[in-house]
């Protein structure tokens, strides 16, 4: 059973497209995240919810809108895809808010903007 | 805020060795701290955590090291195996900025020879 899973696994798109991928966790975890990761292996927090509410929205710009149905989803949409929007998408969930316990992460949405 | 750093990027050892990988950190407030393993195409995967009010835990084969006085981290792996083969991640709980995320160090590709 996957606990943490997104879809699609690869996304190959042309610029200027809107785009969506999805994450579900059926840890029964109230905080979920989403991370993007740069061909170097940069690993960076993008937004973060907590039991649906927002908590963390970095530095992203507003193409990116998170979306969370209920605690178990949290989406993302991405509008006007742009080349430098090229990574490796990956959503996590934890137990509880952002206090001391591990994130458990899918396994990646690898999109590639034409 | 908190940067996280690793000293070498990549670590080539023998099958049956042990190996050391090791991660710097900024903040001396930074009391939660992960180790995570990502193998190629699948998602960071917990290895192991470690509080700040320890300075030593063990798990299976691994044992995390913190230094508070000089803000250092290590990953130890006992008895290397192929399967060990992979990226390395240490990952520090953030308290300035967004507080309370995880920041990410820059990973640290392991190759075990058989």
């Known amino acids: 059973d996957t606990a943490v899973s997104q879809t699609p696994k690869y996304l190959v798109t042309q610029m200027g497209n809107d785009k969506s991928i999805k994450c579900e966790q059926n840890?029964?975890?109230?905080?979920m995240y989403w991370y993007k990761q740069d061909s170097k292996k940069f690993l960076k927090i993008m937004f973060s919810y907590n039991n649906k509410e927002l908590i963390i929205n970095e530095t992203v710009p507003n193409r990116f809108s998170p979306k969370s149905p209920d605690k178990a989803h949290l989406n993302l949409h991405i509008n006007s895809l742009e080349l430098g929007d090229s990574a490796v998408y990956f959503c996590?969930?934890?137990?509880?808010?952002?206090?001391?316990?591990?994130?458990?992460f899918g396994d990646g949405t690898r999109l590639s903007i034409l | 805020g908190e940067s996280v750093g690793l000293h070498l990027p990549t670590l080539s050892v023998q099958e049956g060795d042990n190996s050391i990988i090791n991660c710097a950190y900024s903040?001396?407030?930074?009391?939660?701290f992960i180790w995570y393993k990502q193998e190629s195409g699948k998602g960071p995967q917990f290895i192991i955590d470690?509080?700040?009010?320890?300075d030593k835990r063990q798990g299976q084969r691994v044992t995390v090291l913190l230094n508070k006085t000089v803000k250092h981290l290590s990953l130890q792996i006992a008895a290397t195996q192929p399967g060990d083969s992979a990226v390395y991640f240490c990952a520090v709980k953030n308290y300035g900025g967004s507080q309370g995320n995880l920041i990410f160090g820059k990973g640290t590709k392991l190759s075990v020879k058989p």
């Open positions: 903040n001396s407030a930074s009391d939660y």
């Open positions: 470690i509080r700040s009010n320890m």
């Open positions: 996590a969930s934890s137990p509880q808010g952002i206090g001391n316990q591990p994130q458990h």
């Open positions: 840890l029964g975890h109230d905080t």
